[in-house]
């Protein structure tokens, strides 16, 4: 979890939550809002 992404792309108050084994670090990328 975190609040929000900054302006120049970084996360504000960013929380570790777990390792994800299900999912390789490759296949992680930032989600984008469908328009």
Known sequence: GFT???H???L???RFLG???DKAA???V???PQK
């Open 12 to 14: 504000r108050q960013p």
């Open 19 to 21: 390792i994800r084994p």
């Open 30 to 32: 930032r989600e984008r």
């Open 4 to 6: 929000e992404w900054t």
């Open 26 to 28: 490759k296949d992680v």
């Open 8 to 10: 120049d792309g970084k």
